[in-house]
C-alpha cells in the first residue's frame, strides 16, 4: 500500500501546529497594563488612608481591582492587537482558568470574613490568593508573570507577621510595588 507523502505531511503539519499552539505562552500580557495596575494600587493605598476603619479601606481597594483588572485587560488587548495575537486563544483561555477560580475563591472569603473581627485576614489573603492564582496562570505567560506570583504568596505570608495597622500600607506596597516592577520586565524584555 503506497503513502501518500502529501497527506502524511499535512497530517504532521497539523500536529505540529496544535503542539505549538499548546505551547505557546500568552505573550499579550500587557507590562504596560501591569504597570498601570501598580500606579491604580498605589492610588488605591492613598485613597484608602483617608479612612480608618478596615472594611472602609477594604471597600477602597475592592474598587481599585476592578478599574485594575480592566486596564490590564485593556492593556493586553492593545498589546495584543498590536502584534496580531489572539486573546482568546488556546494559551489566553488556559490563562484566564489558572486565574479566575482563585480570584472567585478570593471573593467568597472576602464575603464570608466581611462582618466578622477575622477582617484583619482578607489582606494576607487577597496577596496569597491572587499569587496562587497569578503563578499558576503564569506557567502559559512570560517568566515575569511566574516570579511575581511567587512574591505576592512570600509576601502575603509576611503579612501576618506585621501588625494590622500596616494592611493599606501593605496591600498597596505590594500591588502597587510588584505590578510596577514586574510589568516593566514584562514591557522591557517581553515586547511591550
Known amino acids: 500500500m503506497p503513502i501518500d507523502i502529501k497527506e502524511h ?7 505540529i501546529r496544535t503542539a505549538m499552539e499548546r505551547a505557546e505562552r500568552v505573550s499579550s500580557v500587557s507590562g504596560v497594563g501591569g ?3 501598580g500606579f491604580i494600587a498605589l492610588c488605591a493605598m492613598a485613597m484608602a488612608a483617608t479612612f480608618s476603619a478596615l472594611p472602609d479601606q477594604l471597600s477602597v481597594w475592592i474598587v481599585a481591582a476592578f478599574v485594575a483588572a480592566a486596564a490590564g485587560a485593556a492593556g493586553s488587548w492593545l498589546k495584543a492587537r498590536k502584534n496580531g495575537l489572539s486573546l482568546i486563544g488556546d494559551p ?3 490563562f484566564l482558568l489558572c486565574l479566575l477560580p482563585v ?3 478570593g471573593v467568597v472569603v472576602t464575603f464570608s470574613l466581611w462582618q466578622t473581627a477575622q477582617i484583619v485576614l482578607v489582606p494576607g489573603l487577597w496577596m496569597m490568593l491572587y499569587g496562587c ?3 499558576a496562570a503564569g506557567t502559559y505567560a512570560a517568566a515575569p508573570i511566574m516570579q511575581m506570583g511567587g512574591c505576592f504568596i512570600v509576601a502575603g505570608l509576611f503579612t501576618y507577621a506585621l501588625p494590622g495597622e500596616w494592611s493599606n500600607l501593605l496591600l498597596g506596597g505590594v500591588f502597587g510595588g510588584l505590578h510596577i516592577f514586574f510589568g516593566y520586565q514584562v514591557y522591557r524584555y517581553h515586547g511591550g
Do not use: P, S
Not at 9 to 15: I, P, Q, V
Open 35 to 37: 504597570m498601570l495596575m
Open 92 to 94: 489566553g483561555r488556559r
Open 133 to 135: 492564582g497569578v503563578l
Open 9 to 15: 505531511a499535512t497530517d504532521n503539519l497539523r500536529f
Open 103 to 105: 480570584l472567585a475563591v
